[in-house]
Protein backbone atom coordinates (compact mmCIF):
# COMPACT_ATOMS: atom_id res chain seq x y z
CA UNK A 1 0.00 0.00 0.00
CA UNK A 2 1.20 3.98 -0.72
CA UNK A 3 0.68 7.13 0.49
CA UNK A 4 -1.05 9.84 -1.80
CA UNK A 5 1.54 10.53 -4.37
CA UNK A 6 3.32 6.93 -3.89
CA UNK A 7 6.42 8.38 -2.58
CA UNK A 8 5.86 6.43 0.26
CA UNK A 9 5.27 2.32 0.04
CA UNK A 10 4.48 -0.15 3.04
CA UNK A 11 4.34 -4.22 3.51
CA UNK A 12 2.91 -4.81 6.67
CA UNK A 13 2.29 -7.95 8.52
CA UNK A 14 0.41 -8.09 11.83
CA UNK A 15 -2.18 -5.93 14.04
CA UNK A 16 -2.22 -2.75 15.28
CA UNK A 17 -5.13 -3.18 18.29
CA UNK A 18 -4.90 0.92 18.43
CA UNK A 19 -5.00 1.66 14.93
CA UNK A 20 -8.55 3.69 15.25
CA UNK A 21 -7.82 6.01 18.21
CA UNK A 22 -4.42 6.73 15.58
CA UNK A 23 -6.63 7.49 12.47
CA UNK A 24 -8.60 10.07 14.72
CA UNK A 25 -5.39 11.96 15.58
CA UNK A 26 -4.20 11.79 12.39
CA UNK A 27 -7.07 13.16 11.13
CA UNK A 28 -7.37 16.28 12.56
CA UNK A 29 -3.89 17.28 11.94
CA UNK A 30 -4.52 17.34 8.20
CA UNK A 31 -4.08 13.19 7.41
CA UNK A 32 -7.03 11.80 4.80
CA UNK A 33 -7.72 8.10 4.18
CA UNK A 34 -8.72 6.09 1.53
CA UNK A 35 -9.11 2.72 3.58
CA UNK A 36 -10.15 1.24 6.68
CA UNK A 37 -7.05 -0.43 7.74
CA UNK A 38 -4.45 -0.19 10.14
CA UNK A 39 -1.64 -1.16 7.58
CA UNK A 40 -2.87 3.08 6.03
CA UNK A 41 -2.56 4.21 9.58
CA UNK A 42 1.25 3.35 9.49
CA UNK A 43 1.67 4.92 6.44
CA UNK A 44 0.70 8.35 7.74
CA UNK A 45 2.22 7.88 11.38
CA UNK A 46 5.66 7.82 9.34
CA UNK A 47 4.60 10.37 7.26
CA UNK A 48 3.40 12.37 10.32
CA UNK A 49 6.80 11.03 12.93
CA UNK A 50 9.38 9.22 11.24
CA UNK A 51 11.19 6.81 12.55
CA UNK A 52 9.30 7.83 15.65
CA UNK A 53 6.10 6.32 14.34
CA UNK A 54 6.58 3.02 16.08
CA UNK A 55 6.52 4.82 19.77
CA UNK A 56 2.48 5.13 18.92
CA UNK A 57 2.18 1.83 17.98
CA UNK A 58 0.09 -0.99 20.05
CA UNK A 59 0.09 -4.05 18.48
CA UNK A 60 2.37 -7.38 16.83
CA UNK A 61 3.81 -6.58 13.66
CA UNK A 62 6.73 -6.33 11.68
CA UNK A 63 6.71 -3.75 8.05
CA UNK A 64 8.89 -2.45 6.19
CA UNK A 65 8.59 0.99 4.34
CA UNK A 66 10.37 2.46 1.33
CA UNK A 67 10.70 6.07 1.30
CA UNK A 68 11.14 7.35 -2.32
CA UNK A 69 12.42 11.05 -1.06
CA UNK A 70 14.84 9.66 1.13
CA UNK A 71 16.06 6.64 -1.23
CA UNK A 72 16.43 4.29 1.88
CA UNK A 73 14.07 1.55 3.04
CA UNK A 74 13.00 1.56 7.04
CA UNK A 75 11.99 -1.63 8.90
CA UNK A 76 10.43 -1.84 12.52
CA UNK A 77 9.65 -5.33 14.57
CA UNK A 78 7.37 -4.91 17.50
CA UNK A 79 8.66 -4.80 21.39
CA UNK A 80 8.61 -8.28 22.12
CA UNK A 81 9.10 -9.71 18.72
CA UNK A 82 5.79 -11.34 18.77
CA UNK A 83 5.95 -10.58 14.70
CA UNK A 84 9.21 -12.19 12.67
CA UNK A 85 11.48 -10.35 10.25
CA UNK A 86 14.37 -11.75 8.54
CA UNK A 87 17.07 -10.49 6.36
CA UNK A 88 20.48 -10.39 4.50
CA UNK A 89 22.87 -8.21 3.53
CA UNK A 90 26.17 -7.75 1.96
CA UNK A 91 27.43 -4.86 -0.52
CA UNK A 92 24.45 -3.45 -2.18
CA UNK A 93 21.98 -6.35 -1.90
CA UNK A 94 19.47 -6.13 1.13
CA UNK A 95 16.92 -8.85 0.79
CA UNK A 96 13.98 -9.16 4.13
CA UNK A 97 11.12 -11.54 4.74
CA UNK A 98 8.76 -12.71 7.59
CA UNK A 99 10.44 -16.70 6.25
CA UNK A 100 13.72 -17.38 5.74
CA UNK A 101 13.10 -20.18 2.92
CA UNK A 102 11.40 -16.71 1.01
CA UNK A 103 15.15 -15.03 1.89
CA UNK A 104 16.76 -18.56 0.83
CA UNK A 105 15.04 -17.87 -3.42
CA UNK A 106 17.80 -15.00 -4.04
CA UNK A 107 20.00 -16.61 -6.22
CA UNK A 108 23.14 -15.13 -4.21
CA UNK A 109 22.22 -16.24 -1.07
CA UNK A 110 24.19 -19.42 -0.14
CA UNK A 111 22.49 -22.27 2.19
CA UNK A 112 25.56 -22.45 4.49
CA UNK A 113 25.56 -23.32 8.37
CA UNK A 114 26.62 -20.49 10.85
CA UNK A 115 28.42 -22.37 13.41
CA UNK A 116 27.98 -19.92 16.45
CA UNK A 117 24.41 -20.43 15.90
CA UNK A 118 24.85 -23.96 15.78
CA UNK A 119 26.56 -23.35 18.93
CA UNK A 120 24.30 -21.31 20.25
CA UNK A 121 21.09 -24.13 19.25
CA UNK A 122 23.16 -26.72 21.32
CA UNK A 123 23.70 -24.67 24.39
CA UNK A 124 20.05 -22.61 24.54
CA UNK A 125 17.74 -25.22 22.20
CA UNK A 126 16.99 -21.80 20.12
CA UNK A 127 18.82 -19.63 18.02
CA UNK A 128 18.63 -15.78 19.98
CA UNK A 129 18.86 -12.80 17.75
CA UNK A 130 20.41 -11.49 16.01
CA UNK A 131 21.56 -14.84 14.82
CA UNK A 132 19.99 -17.49 12.48
CA UNK A 133 21.55 -20.96 11.72
CA UNK A 134 21.62 -20.07 8.19
CA UNK A 135 25.60 -18.16 7.75
CA UNK A 136 24.83 -14.17 6.97
CA UNK A 137 20.73 -14.32 7.45
CA UNK A 138 20.16 -12.39 10.04
CA UNK A 139 16.84 -12.03 12.69
CA UNK A 140 15.92 -8.14 13.69
CA UNK A 141 15.64 -7.97 17.53
CA UNK A 142 12.76 -7.02 19.12
CA UNK A 143 12.36 -3.38 19.95
CA UNK A 144 14.56 -2.40 16.74
CA UNK A 145 14.22 -0.57 13.53
CA UNK A 146 16.53 -0.83 10.93
CA UNK A 147 17.52 1.51 8.20
CA UNK A 148 18.94 0.20 4.67
CA UNK A 149 20.16 3.67 2.53
CA UNK A 150 23.28 3.60 -0.09
CA UNK A 151 24.36 0.17 0.72
CA UNK A 152 25.09 0.26 4.59
CA UNK A 153 22.10 -0.93 7.93
CA UNK A 154 22.31 0.71 10.75
CA UNK A 155 20.29 -0.40 13.91
CA UNK A 156 18.35 1.33 16.45
CA UNK A 157 16.66 0.11 19.85
CA UNK A 158 13.39 2.11 19.79
CA UNK A 159 12.19 0.24 23.17
CA UNK A 160 13.82 -0.84 26.46
CA UNK A 161 12.46 -2.85 29.43
CA UNK A 162 13.57 -1.51 32.51
CA UNK A 163 12.61 -2.50 36.15
CA UNK A 164 13.69 0.07 38.37
CA UNK A 165 10.27 1.83 38.36
CA UNK A 166 8.25 1.62 41.54
CA UNK A 167 4.45 0.36 41.63
CA UNK A 168 2.88 1.77 45.49
CA UNK A 169 0.15 0.95 47.00
CA UNK A 170 -1.37 -2.49 49.11
CA UNK A 171 -1.28 -6.04 47.66
CA UNK A 172 -5.00 -5.77 46.71
CA UNK A 173 -4.04 -2.35 44.76
CA UNK A 174 -1.18 -3.40 42.98
CA UNK A 175 -3.52 -6.43 42.15
CA UNK A 176 -6.24 -4.18 40.97
CA UNK A 177 -3.71 -2.23 38.50
CA UNK A 178 -2.57 -5.48 37.09
CA UNK A 179 -6.48 -6.42 36.42
CA UNK A 180 -7.23 -3.09 35.17
CA UNK A 181 -4.39 -2.94 32.28
CA UNK A 182 -5.37 -6.97 31.70
CA UNK A 183 -8.49 -6.18 30.79
CA UNK A 184 -7.60 -3.07 28.38
CA UNK A 185 -5.20 -5.20 26.84
CA UNK A 186 -7.81 -7.62 26.10
CA UNK A 187 -10.28 -5.01 24.89
CA UNK A 188 -8.10 -4.26 22.97
CA UNK A 189 -6.94 -7.71 21.12
CA UNK A 190 -10.71 -8.93 20.77
CA UNK A 191 -10.83 -6.35 18.31
CA UNK A 192 -11.64 -8.73 14.83
CA UNK A 193 -14.04 -8.74 12.06
CA UNK A 194 -14.16 -12.26 13.02
CA UNK A 195 -14.73 -14.82 15.81
CA UNK A 196 -11.99 -14.80 17.87
CA UNK A 197 -11.25 -18.17 20.38
CA UNK A 198 -8.93 -18.87 23.46
CA UNK A 199 -5.81 -21.17 23.63
CA UNK A 200 -7.09 -22.78 27.17
CA UNK A 201 -4.17 -24.88 28.31
CA UNK A 202 -5.40 -25.35 31.62
CA UNK A 203 -2.59 -23.19 33.11
CA UNK A 204 -2.86 -20.21 35.00
CA UNK A 205 -2.22 -17.77 32.15
CA UNK A 206 -4.70 -19.19 29.97
CA UNK A 207 -7.64 -19.82 32.23
CA UNK A 208 -7.06 -15.67 33.60
CA UNK A 209 -6.82 -15.05 29.53
CA UNK A 210 -10.15 -17.24 29.10
CA UNK A 211 -11.83 -15.77 32.21
CA UNK A 212 -11.36 -12.45 31.20
CA UNK A 213 -12.63 -12.70 27.29
CA UNK A 214 -15.80 -14.71 28.63
CA UNK A 215 -16.76 -11.80 31.30
CA UNK A 216 -16.65 -9.41 28.87
CA UNK A 217 -17.60 -11.38 25.63
CA UNK A 218 -20.97 -12.25 28.05
CA UNK A 219 -22.02 -15.32 25.92
CA UNK A 220 -20.14 -18.46 25.52
CA UNK A 221 -16.35 -18.22 23.66
CA UNK A 222 -14.89 -20.63 21.91
CA UNK A 223 -11.97 -22.68 23.65
CA UNK A 224 -9.49 -25.39 22.94
CA UNK A 225 -7.44 -27.55 24.46
CA UNK A 226 -4.75 -30.27 24.26
CA UNK A 227 -3.67 -33.25 25.81
CA UNK A 228 -1.63 -36.46 26.04
CA UNK A 229 -3.74 -38.99 27.88
CA UNK A 230 -2.09 -38.69 31.43
CA UNK A 231 -0.24 -36.29 33.25
CA UNK A 232 -1.45 -33.43 31.44
CA UNK A 233 -4.17 -30.32 32.54
CA UNK A 234 -6.92 -31.27 30.92
CA UNK A 235 -8.81 -31.72 33.85
CA UNK A 236 -8.02 -27.87 34.67
CA UNK A 237 -9.06 -26.44 31.24
CA UNK A 238 -12.41 -28.27 31.83
CA UNK A 239 -12.77 -26.61 35.36
CA UNK A 240 -12.67 -22.88 33.67
CA UNK A 241 -14.36 -24.06 30.59
CA UNK A 242 -17.31 -25.46 33.05
CA UNK A 243 -17.60 -22.24 34.65
CA UNK A 244 -17.47 -20.07 32.35
CA UNK A 245 -19.82 -22.69 30.00
CA UNK A 246 -16.97 -22.00 26.70
CA UNK A 247 -18.05 -24.49 23.57
CA UNK A 248 -14.96 -26.25 24.79
CA UNK A 249 -12.95 -28.59 22.07
CA UNK A 250 -10.50 -31.07 23.57
CA UNK A 251 -7.33 -32.73 21.90
CA UNK A 252 -5.46 -35.45 22.07
CA UNK A 253 -2.03 -36.11 20.68
CA UNK A 254 -0.83 -39.59 20.43
CA UNK A 255 3.20 -40.85 19.65
CA UNK A 256 2.20 -41.27 16.03
CA UNK A 257 1.80 -37.41 16.01
CA UNK A 258 6.16 -37.15 15.62
CA UNK A 259 5.83 -38.58 12.51
CA UNK A 260 4.63 -34.68 11.63
CA UNK A 261 8.57 -33.56 12.73
CA UNK A 262 9.46 -33.00 8.39
CA UNK A 263 6.42 -31.36 7.97
CA UNK A 264 6.72 -29.04 11.73
CA UNK A 265 10.50 -28.34 10.86
CA UNK A 266 9.91 -26.80 7.26
CA UNK A 267 7.40 -24.48 9.01
CA UNK A 268 9.75 -23.75 11.27
CA UNK A 269 13.15 -22.81 8.92
CA UNK A 270 15.59 -23.37 11.76
CA UNK A 271 15.72 -25.91 14.28
CA UNK A 272 13.87 -25.80 18.14
CA UNK A 273 14.44 -28.34 20.42
CA UNK A 274 11.21 -27.42 22.51
CA UNK A 275 8.96 -30.87 22.26
CA UNK A 276 5.96 -28.41 22.31
CA UNK A 277 6.14 -27.71 18.47
CA UNK A 278 4.28 -30.74 17.95
CA UNK A 279 1.51 -29.83 20.13
CA UNK A 280 1.29 -26.27 19.17
CA UNK A 281 1.50 -27.16 15.30
CA UNK A 282 -1.71 -29.67 16.13
CA UNK A 283 -3.72 -27.66 17.98
CA UNK A 284 -3.15 -24.65 15.68
CA UNK A 285 -4.10 -27.29 12.91
CA UNK A 286 -7.66 -28.10 14.96
CA UNK A 287 -8.54 -24.69 15.94
CA UNK A 288 -8.13 -23.51 12.66
CA UNK A 289 -11.17 -25.52 11.57
CA UNK A 290 -13.12 -23.35 13.39
CA UNK A 291 -11.80 -19.98 14.27
CA UNK A 292 -8.99 -17.58 12.56
CA UNK A 293 -8.04 -16.08 15.34
CA UNK A 294 -7.14 -16.95 19.33
CA UNK A 295 -5.85 -15.39 21.74
CA UNK A 296 -3.20 -17.12 24.06
CA UNK A 297 -1.72 -16.57 27.50
CA UNK A 298 1.92 -16.43 26.50
CA UNK A 299 4.15 -14.38 28.32
CA UNK A 300 2.78 -14.50 32.09
CA UNK A 301 5.91 -16.56 32.96
CA UNK A 302 8.72 -14.21 31.83
CA UNK A 303 6.38 -10.99 33.02
CA UNK A 304 5.68 -12.56 36.74
CA UNK A 305 8.34 -14.93 37.44
CA UNK A 306 6.41 -18.20 36.34
CA UNK A 307 9.36 -20.60 35.49
CA UNK A 308 10.61 -23.22 37.84
CA UNK A 309 14.38 -21.85 37.04
CA UNK A 310 13.48 -18.92 38.53
CA UNK A 311 11.34 -20.04 41.43
CA UNK A 312 13.70 -22.73 42.61
CA UNK A 313 16.38 -19.33 43.45
CA UNK A 314 14.16 -18.75 45.96
CA UNK A 315 14.98 -22.67 47.29
CA UNK A 316 18.60 -21.63 47.19
CA UNK A 317 18.29 -18.26 49.17
CA UNK A 318 15.93 -20.24 51.68
CA UNK A 319 18.61 -22.92 51.93
CA UNK A 320 21.94 -20.34 52.23
CA UNK A 321 20.19 -19.41 55.81
CA UNK A 322 21.08 -23.04 57.14
CA UNK A 323 24.07 -23.25 59.67
CA UNK A 324 27.55 -23.60 57.09
CA UNK A 325 28.10 -27.11 59.04
CA UNK A 326 24.93 -28.25 57.58
CA UNK A 327 26.14 -26.96 54.32
CA UNK A 328 29.45 -28.15 54.12
CA UNK A 329 28.33 -31.71 55.89
CA UNK A 330 25.84 -31.82 52.40
CA UNK A 331 28.24 -30.55 50.31
CA UNK A 332 31.21 -32.90 51.14
CA UNK A 333 28.32 -36.24 50.45
CA UNK A 334 27.21 -34.89 47.81
CA UNK A 335 29.56 -32.63 45.55
CA UNK A 336 33.14 -34.04 46.88
CA UNK A 337 31.08 -37.92 46.58
CA UNK A 338 30.68 -36.84 43.15
CA UNK A 339 26.99 -38.96 43.83
CA UNK A 340 24.68 -38.18 40.72
CA UNK A 341 25.45 -38.13 37.33
CA UNK A 342 24.37 -34.68 35.39
CA UNK A 343 21.07 -35.44 33.80
CA UNK A 344 19.96 -38.51 35.76
CA UNK A 345 16.50 -38.89 37.36
CA UNK A 346 17.20 -40.19 40.40
CA UNK A 347 16.47 -38.23 43.58
CA UNK A 348 20.89 -38.48 44.60
CA UNK A 349 21.22 -36.82 41.08
CA UNK A 350 18.63 -34.19 41.63
CA UNK A 351 20.04 -33.31 45.14
CA UNK A 352 23.44 -32.72 43.35
CA UNK A 353 22.25 -30.57 40.76
CA UNK A 354 20.96 -28.38 43.44
CA UNK A 355 23.27 -28.39 45.68
CA UNK A 356 25.61 -27.09 42.96
CA UNK A 357 23.73 -24.44 42.10
CA UNK A 358 23.52 -22.93 45.80
CA UNK A 359 27.32 -22.71 45.43
CA UNK A 360 27.06 -20.74 42.15
CA UNK A 361 26.39 -16.71 41.71
CA UNK A 362 22.67 -15.87 40.26
CA UNK A 363 24.23 -15.56 37.04
CA UNK A 364 25.92 -18.86 36.41
CA UNK A 365 23.10 -20.34 38.50
CA UNK A 366 20.58 -19.39 35.87
CA UNK A 367 22.92 -20.08 33.09
CA UNK A 368 23.25 -23.57 34.28
CA UNK A 369 19.51 -24.33 34.80
CA UNK A 370 18.87 -23.07 31.05
CA UNK A 371 21.75 -23.93 28.81
CA UNK A 372 23.60 -27.12 28.14
CA UNK A 373 26.35 -28.81 30.21
CA UNK A 374 29.63 -27.91 28.66
CA UNK A 375 30.91 -31.51 29.47
CA UNK A 376 27.96 -32.56 27.30
CA UNK A 377 29.14 -30.04 23.96
CA UNK A 378 32.81 -31.19 24.77
CA UNK A 379 31.84 -34.73 24.18
CA UNK A 380 28.97 -33.99 21.09
CA UNK A 381 31.24 -31.50 18.90
CA UNK A 382 33.71 -32.93 16.78
CA UNK A 383 37.07 -31.99 16.39
CA UNK A 384 36.38 -29.68 13.38
CA UNK A 385 33.30 -27.72 14.66
CA UNK A 386 35.48 -27.13 17.90
CA UNK A 387 38.05 -25.63 15.95
CA UNK A 388 35.34 -23.08 14.17
CA UNK A 389 34.09 -22.11 17.56
CA UNK A 390 37.43 -22.16 19.17
CA UNK A 391 37.06 -18.63 21.72
CA UNK A 392 33.32 -18.12 21.06
CA UNK A 393 30.78 -18.63 24.09
CA UNK A 394 26.91 -18.10 23.63
CA UNK A 395 27.10 -17.96 27.41
CA UNK A 396 28.50 -14.21 26.85
CA UNK A 397 25.28 -12.92 25.25
CA UNK A 398 23.15 -13.96 28.05
CA UNK A 399 25.89 -12.62 30.34
CA UNK A 400 25.79 -9.50 28.58
CA UNK A 401 21.68 -9.35 29.22
CA UNK A 402 22.59 -9.70 32.92
CA UNK A 403 24.81 -6.47 32.32
CA UNK A 404 22.58 -4.97 30.81
CA UNK A 405 19.14 -5.45 32.65
CA UNK A 406 18.22 -2.04 34.50
CA UNK A 407 16.64 -3.70 38.39
CA UNK A 408 15.69 -2.87 41.40
CA UNK A 409 15.88 -6.11 42.69
CA UNK A 410 18.67 -8.40 41.35
CA UNK A 411 16.02 -11.05 41.08
CA UNK A 412 14.43 -9.58 38.36
CA UNK A 413 17.84 -10.20 35.95
CA UNK A 414 16.09 -13.57 35.30
CA UNK A 415 13.05 -12.25 33.91
CA UNK A 416 14.69 -9.68 31.93
CA UNK A 417 16.62 -12.47 30.34
CA UNK A 418 14.29 -14.59 29.84
CA UNK A 419 12.60 -11.92 28.29
CA UNK A 420 15.19 -11.16 25.70
CA UNK A 421 15.75 -14.09 24.96
CA UNK A 422 14.00 -17.20 25.55
CA UNK A 423 10.53 -15.25 24.88
CA UNK A 424 11.26 -13.78 21.61
CA UNK A 425 13.42 -16.80 20.03
CA UNK A 426 11.81 -19.75 21.82
CA UNK A 427 7.95 -19.11 23.03
CA UNK A 428 7.01 -16.37 19.89
CA UNK A 429 9.03 -17.86 17.30
CA UNK A 430 7.14 -21.12 18.11
CA UNK A 431 3.50 -19.92 18.28
CA UNK A 432 4.20 -17.58 15.31
CA UNK A 433 5.38 -20.95 12.88
CA UNK A 434 2.99 -23.32 13.91
CA UNK A 435 0.12 -21.29 13.99
CA UNK A 436 0.54 -19.34 10.83
CA UNK A 437 1.18 -22.53 9.55
CA UNK A 438 -2.36 -22.92 9.21
CA UNK A 439 -3.33 -20.25 8.43
CA UNK A 440 -4.50 -19.06 12.18
CA UNK A 441 -3.56 -15.48 13.88
CA UNK A 442 -2.26 -15.80 17.57
CA UNK A 443 -2.82 -12.62 20.18
CA UNK A 444 -0.87 -12.45 23.09
CA UNK A 445 -2.26 -9.82 26.11
CA UNK A 446 0.00 -10.64 28.70
CA UNK A 447 2.77 -8.94 26.01
CA UNK A 448 0.56 -5.84 25.17
CA UNK A 449 3.37 -3.40 25.82
CA UNK A 450 1.58 -1.39 28.70
CA UNK A 451 1.18 -4.88 30.79
CA UNK A 452 5.01 -5.39 30.55
CA UNK A 453 5.61 -1.81 31.43
CA UNK A 454 3.03 -1.98 34.40
CA UNK A 455 4.41 -5.74 35.34
CA UNK A 456 8.14 -4.69 35.38
CA UNK A 457 7.09 -2.07 38.07
CA UNK A 458 5.65 -4.76 40.81
CA UNK A 459 7.95 -5.63 43.35
CA UNK A 460 9.09 -9.09 42.99
CA UNK A 461 8.19 -10.36 46.52
CA UNK A 462 4.88 -10.25 44.64
CA UNK A 463 5.87 -11.79 41.96
CA UNK A 464 7.47 -14.93 43.80
CA UNK A 465 6.03 -14.70 47.64
CA UNK A 466 7.33 -17.81 49.98
CA UNK A 467 7.44 -20.42 47.67
CA UNK A 468 4.48 -18.67 45.26
CA UNK A 469 5.21 -18.17 42.01
CA UNK A 470 3.18 -15.52 39.98
CA UNK A 471 1.53 -14.39 43.39
CA UNK A 472 0.27 -10.95 42.14
CA UNK A 473 -1.56 -12.45 39.25
CA UNK A 474 -3.67 -14.95 41.36
CA UNK A 475 -4.44 -12.86 44.08
CA UNK A 476 -6.21 -10.35 40.86
CA UNK A 477 -7.74 -13.17 39.66
CA UNK A 478 -8.98 -14.99 42.47
CA UNK A 479 -12.42 -14.37 42.31
CA UNK A 480 -12.32 -15.46 38.50
CA UNK A 481 -10.89 -19.27 38.64
CA UNK A 482 -11.98 -22.41 40.66
CA UNK A 483 -9.06 -22.79 43.47
CA UNK A 484 -7.68 -25.99 41.69
CA UNK A 485 -6.31 -23.48 38.52
CA UNK A 486 -4.83 -21.43 42.16
CA UNK A 487 -2.68 -24.15 43.30
CA UNK A 488 -2.19 -26.13 40.80
CA UNK A 489 2.15 -26.22 40.06
CA UNK A 490 3.15 -25.35 36.49
CA UNK A 491 3.15 -28.15 34.26
CA UNK A 492 3.97 -26.53 30.78
CA UNK A 493 2.56 -27.91 27.08
CA UNK A 494 5.28 -30.65 26.53
CA UNK A 495 5.11 -33.81 25.44
CA UNK A 496 6.27 -37.21 27.16
CA UNK A 497 8.81 -37.12 24.24
CA UNK A 498 11.25 -39.07 26.74
CA UNK A 499 9.03 -41.95 26.99
CA UNK A 500 8.47 -42.40 23.28
CA UNK A 501 11.71 -42.35 22.86
CA UNK A 502 12.48 -45.54 24.46
CA UNK A 503 9.69 -47.40 22.91
CA UNK A 504 7.60 -45.62 19.63
CA UNK A 505 10.39 -43.84 18.28
CA UNK A 506 13.48 -46.07 19.10
CA UNK A 507 14.13 -47.17 15.61
CA UNK A 508 13.57 -43.78 13.91
CA UNK A 509 16.09 -41.99 16.13
CA UNK A 510 18.45 -44.49 16.42
CA UNK A 511 18.50 -44.64 12.00
CA UNK A 512 18.72 -41.05 11.84
CA UNK A 513 21.08 -39.80 14.55
CA UNK A 514 23.70 -42.77 13.77
CA UNK A 515 23.66 -42.45 10.32
CA UNK A 516 26.37 -41.68 7.72
CA UNK A 517 24.48 -38.29 6.65
CA UNK A 518 25.13 -36.89 10.08
CA UNK A 519 28.15 -38.28 10.53
CA UNK A 520 29.17 -36.58 7.08
CA UNK A 521 28.61 -33.31 8.03
CA UNK A 522 31.43 -33.30 10.42
CA UNK A 523 29.41 -31.67 13.33
CA UNK A 524 29.27 -34.29 15.86
CA UNK A 525 30.56 -37.28 17.44
CA UNK A 526 28.66 -39.88 16.27
CA UNK A 527 30.10 -42.67 18.83
CA UNK A 528 29.07 -40.28 21.51
CA UNK A 529 25.42 -39.90 20.44
CA UNK A 530 25.68 -43.37 20.56
CA UNK A 531 26.15 -43.15 23.74
CA UNK A 532 23.40 -40.47 24.82
CA UNK A 533 20.53 -43.07 22.88
CA UNK A 534 21.85 -45.89 25.15
CA UNK A 535 21.93 -44.06 28.68
CA UNK A 536 18.13 -42.51 27.89
CA UNK A 537 16.88 -45.64 26.77
CA UNK A 538 18.72 -47.64 29.49
CA UNK A 539 16.69 -45.32 32.09
CA UNK A 540 20.41 -44.49 33.59
CA UNK A 541 20.12 -40.57 32.59
CA UNK A 542 17.00 -38.63 30.97
CA UNK A 543 18.49 -37.34 27.42
CA UNK A 544 15.31 -36.80 25.64
CA UNK A 545 15.47 -32.79 25.47
CA UNK A 546 19.03 -33.35 23.98
CA UNK A 547 18.41 -36.58 22.00
CA UNK A 548 15.21 -34.05 20.62
CA UNK A 549 17.74 -31.24 19.43
CA UNK A 550 19.89 -33.19 17.61
CA UNK A 551 16.65 -34.88 15.78
CA UNK A 552 15.40 -31.73 14.99
CA UNK A 553 18.89 -30.46 13.37
CA UNK A 554 19.16 -33.49 11.32
CA UNK A 555 15.69 -33.42 9.96
CA UNK A 556 16.48 -30.10 9.45
CA UNK A 557 19.54 -30.45 7.71
CA UNK A 558 17.84 -32.82 5.41
CA UNK A 559 15.47 -30.64 4.36
CA UNK A 560 17.33 -27.21 3.83
CA UNK A 561 21.21 -28.04 3.24
CA UNK A 562 20.91 -31.66 1.62
CA UNK A 563 17.57 -31.96 -0.10
CA UNK A 564 16.91 -28.22 -0.51
CA UNK A 565 13.36 -28.78 -0.06
CA UNK A 566 11.10 -25.45 -1.09
CA UNK A 567 7.41 -27.35 -0.74
CA UNK A 568 5.97 -28.81 2.13
CA UNK A 569 7.58 -32.61 2.62
CA UNK A 570 5.15 -35.18 1.17
CA UNK A 571 6.93 -37.57 4.16
CA UNK A 572 6.54 -38.63 7.69
CA UNK A 573 9.78 -39.08 9.86
CA UNK A 574 9.98 -42.13 9.17
CA UNK A 575 10.27 -42.13 5.14
CA UNK A 576 13.67 -39.76 6.35
CA UNK A 577 15.48 -43.17 6.91
Not at 20 to 37: A, I, M, T
Not at 83 to 100: D, G
Amino acid sequence: MSNEDGSIWITFNGEIYNFKDLRVELEQKGHRFKSQSDTEVIIHLYEEYGDGCVEHLRGMFSFAIRDEKEERLFIARDRLGIKPLFYFHKNALFVFASEIKAVLQHPEIAREICPHALDCYITFGYIPAPLTLFQDIYKLPPASVLSFKESSVLIKRYWELDYTGELYGTEEEIAGHLLNELKESVKYHRISDVPIGVFLSGGMDSSTITALVAEETGKPIETFSLGFGKDDELDYAKSVAERYRTNHREFIVTPDAAGLLPEIVWFLDEPLFDTSIIPAYLISRHTRKHVKVVLSGDGGDELLAGYQWTRRYEFYRQYKRLPSFVRKGLNRIFLEGKAGTPYGTDLLSKARRFLMDTTLSLEDGFARRTSINPSLKNELYSENLKQMLKGYNPLDREMDYFDKARVKDEREKMLFVDTMMYLPDDILFKVDRMSMAHSLEVRVPFLDHKVVELASRIPFDLKIKGFTSKYILKRAVRDMLPGKILKQRKQGFTLPFGNWLRRELKEEVSSLLLSKELEGRGLFNVNYIRHMIEDHTSGRQDLSHRIMGLLVFEIWARLFIDRRTDDIPAFTLGDMI
